[in-house]
Structures are given as structure tokens and as C-alpha cells.
């Protein structure tokens, strides 16, 4: 069972996700998410997954504010 707020944070999640690798790795296309770099940083993202949202996204050099 997946309750509203668990699917929300995934979405969320996804969206920080999707936002981080269009800017940090300039992808634009599907079939560039299975660069050797892109998995590579993956691999290193979660390893070190508890971190806030902001420092995630101050690390990656991606400026987002949730007012957008």
C-alpha cells in the first residue's frame, strides 16, 4: 500500500532527481541517463543519501527554490 504523502515524496523526489541531471549533466535525452558518469554519480548519491534537499542541490550546483 502506498499512502498520499509517500507517493508525494516520491514525486518530489524524482523531480529534484530529473531537475539535478538536466543541469549538472546537460541530458536531454532518455538514453543518456545510462552514461558511464551519470551511473557513476549515481552510485556516489546513494552512498551519501542522507543529506538535506538544499545541500544535495548546493553540491550539484543546481539553484532551485521551492517558491518556483
Do not use: M
Not at 549533466?25 to 538535506?52: G, Q, T
Amino acid at each position: 500500500t502506498v499512502f498520499p504523502g509517500q507517493a508525494c515524496s516520491y514525486k518530489i523526489g524524482l523531480e529534484v532527481f530529473k531537475r539535478v541531471i538536466k543541469e549538472k549533466f546537460n541530458v536531454v535525452h532518455v538514453k543518456d541517463l545510462l552514461r558511464s558518469d551519470i551511473l557513476d554519480w549515481y552510485k556516489e548519491v546513494l552512498w551519501r543519501s542522507h543529506r538535506p534537499i538544499d545541500v544535495f542541490l548546493h553540491e550539484n550546483g543546481v539553484q532551485w527554490t521551492f517558491d518556483d
